[in-house]
Structure formats: structure tokens, C-alpha cells
């Protein structure tokens, strides 16, 4: 059956959720009794360098639950082709759910698997670099890695796994990205709230994700200078605990029912700029959350700029890209941008000129 919210209709609005999040330390030994909830068999697309990290407990919990399991490991390309290749991997096996874990790109390709084949979904990030683990979109890429197409879940996922103790242990500069990838929703949301905007599910953005966003935003000024100290040692705080209650629940609840504008448009153009295109999506959207204001007229608020400057997030295109920024970068990244429709969630019609202005100032700043 055809999603029926294709369609742009401002009358609905509409709120979109994983039907559980379950976030603890050491949860991940805990999997198999969700698992069971939903399904009987699993198969785990896993990026290939966390495999290690997590398939003995993955196994065992499993198993104990009685349900068997297949393991993909995942490496390279996220492309239009990788729902299929991994389908064909499967052969003639049929498992019901598919355990997606790793960071953003072996979560979305498990979510490709999941919506080829029609089966039930857990996400398990292994990272708190991004919001992707709630929500219902995958993004694939060309093979230049640039961003070809954001593709949708019917639903959210069935099942997302935090671990609190795992992700403690990632490495701290992706805790620095998923903070940008976060910080930027409540802004989002209020600008999306405030034009004609229209969210992931095609419609008005709800109040409750607004409220959700802005949550998300006290909760990382409160928390996340001492959450970013925790990440990278293994040991989570409870300060790390809250700040990734945000960046992957709120964040994402906020971003999908809320609505994205500027910063998330922006990541379209930005990989124009030599350097940027490898820079994790979250460094691209605080900068370009940077941006946002600027158009907005506003100051960018003392404490992001604290926050920024304690995780070295980008508060310049400069610093972004580690290399000075050339005037026609700044022309490139605009107009590869501006026809993202993202970019109508604001509360003015805004122009390539307008961008380029934003971004010169910030730079001369
Ligand atoms: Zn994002």
C-alpha cells in the first residue's frame, strides 16, 4: 500500500515515533526479549567495524530468546543498489526483523533492507553521532558520496536501542556531531512552525515536537559541555545519559514531526566546498545553524557559541572546511542549496544572494 501522507496537506498535521525507545547502560543484553516481542527470526546488518563490539552479546541475548540469527556486515557504499545486494545475501533465509546497528550509514542500510522486504525494525546505534536511529527516512548516496536520495520508512522503527554504556565509548568527535546534528532542531522547528513549512510527513508541524525541540536544546546547553567531557572514556555520566536522550530521541522526534529548514538544507550545498563533503553531517549542520540565524538577524546565542567552542564545533565555513573559503565556494554552496525545499520552512521566501550574504558576513565575523 502507498504511503497516502505523499501528498503536501496543510490541514493535517501529523506525529510519527518509534513505538519504543528503551535507552541503559548494558541494554544491548537485552535485545532478545524485544526482539521476541516482534518477531521470530533476525537478521543483523551490522557496519563492519563495530561487529566485534557487539555480536557476542547480541548473540547470546538472542539466542537465549530463542531467536535465530543471520549477520550481514556492512562496509562502504549506501547506494540504490545496497537494499538489494544485501536481500540477495540473505538467499532464501526469511527472517522478520531486521537489527540495523552501527552509525548513520549501517542504520540506514539496515533500514533499506527493512523497507525492501517489508520486515520489522531495530536500530541499535553504536554512536551518538546523529538522530537517523528514530526515525523513519534513509538517505542513499552517488558514488562520489554525494546525497542522492531521502527515501521512507511506512513506519518508524519497531524497536530503537540505545546503550548508553557502548556509545560511551565512541570516539568524542562524533558525540561533537551528533550535538550539531541536534542543536539545530529547535531553531528548525520554529522556523518551519512559523512559515507555510511542512515536515517529513508532509504535513504542519505538530506543537508537541516543537515543545520537543526546544526541550532538546535546554537539555544540551544544561548538559552538553560535561557530556562531551564523558564521551570517549567509556563511562557514561548522567549528564552523558540525558544529552543522548536528546540527540537521538528528542532530536529526531523534534526534526521529523517539527520540521527541518536551513541548516539541514544547507548539508546540500556544502559538500561544494573542497574538504566539507567529509566532514560528519552534524559539523555541516552546525555551521549551518550559524547560518540560520544570521538570515534571522539574530545573534548567535552565547551559550551554542560556548558549547561550539568547547567541541570544536564550526562556527565559521572556514573552520569547516580547515581551509580558507573562496567568494565562489560560497555561490556554489548557495545555489546547489536553495532549491531543497527545506529551505521554504523559514518565515521569509529567502534567495541564493540572501545565502551568499549570510555566509560572507559570518565569514568576515
Ligand atoms: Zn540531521
Do not use: W
Amino acid at each position: 500500500m502507498p504511503d497516502p501522507l505523499t501528498i503536501f496537506d496543510d490541514r493535517l498535521t501529523v506525529f510519527g515515533a518509534p513505538s519504543r525507545y528503551v535507552q541503559g547502560r548494558g541494554i544491548l543484553g537485552r535485545i532478545g526479549g524485544f526482539a521476541a516481542q516482534i518477531g521470530t527470526s533476525a537478521v543483523l546488518v551490522a557496519d563492519i567495524h563495530i561487529l566485534p563490539l557487539v555480536e557476542t552479546g547480541l548473540r547470546q541475548s538472542l539466542e537465549t530468546a530463542g531467536i535465530p540469527l543471520i549477520i550481514l556486515p556492512f562496509q562502504g557504499q549506501l547506494g540504490p543498489h545496497t537494499a538489494q545486494r544485501l536481500s540477495a545475501a540473505l538467499g532464501n533465509a526469511t527472517p522478520d526483523i531486521v537489527i540495523a546497528a552501527g552509525g548513520g550509514r549501517a542504520i540506514d542500510a539496515g533500514k533499506a533492507l527493512a523497507d525492501l522486504r517489508g520486515l520489522k525494525l531495530i536500530t541499535v546505534p553504536t554512536v551518538a553521532s546523529n538522530d537517523a536511529p528514530t526515525s523513519k527516512n534513509y538517505v542513499l548516496y552517488d558514488e562520489n558520496d554525494r546525497l542522492l536520495e531521502v527515501r521512507h520508512l511506512a513506519r518508524n522503527p519497531d524497536f530503537v536501542v540505545v546503550d548508553t554504556a557502548l556509545l560511551a565509548g565512541a570516539p568524542q568527535s562524533m558525540f561533537a556531531a551528533g550535538l550539531g546534528d541536534a542543536l539545530s532542531k529547535k531553531a528548525e522547528a520554529l522556523a518551519c512552525a512559523a512559515g507555510r513549512g511542512v515536515t517529513m510527513f508532509r504535513a504542519r508541524p505538530t506543537r508537541l515536537s516543537g515543545a520537543i525541540a526546544a526541550l532538546c536544546y535546554e537539555t544540551l546547553i544544561t548538559n552538553g559541555i560535561e557530556a562531551y567531557d564523558a564521551a570517549g572514556s567509556g563511562v557514561p555520566t548522567e549528564a552523558f545519559d540525558a544529552a543522548v536522550e536528546a540527540m537521538i530521541l528528542m532530536a529526531g522526534l523534534g526534526f521529523e514531526s517539527g520540521g527541518l529548514s536551513v541548516p539541514h538544507a544547507l548539508t546540500r550545498g556544502l559538500p561544494q566546498v573542497p574538504g566539507v563533503g567529509a566532514k560528519p553531517h552534524g559539523f555541516q549542520v552546525a555551521y549551518g545553524l550559524v547560518v540560520h540565524h544570521r538570515l534571522l538577524g539574530e545573534a548567535f546565542p552565547p551559550a551554542l557559541v560556548d558549547l561550539y567552542r568547547h567541541t570544536g564545533l564550526p562556527l565559521t565555513l572556514g573552520a569547516l572546511a580547515g581551509a580558507p573559503i573562496e567568494p565562489h565556494h560560497l555561490v556554489a554552496v548557495a545555489q546547489a542549496s536553495i532549491a531543497v525545499p527545506h529551505m521554504l520552512n523559514f518565515p521569509r521566501p529567502l534567495t541564493t544572494q540572501d545565502l551568499v550574504d549570510a555566509m560572507r558576513a559570518i565569514e568576515a565575523a
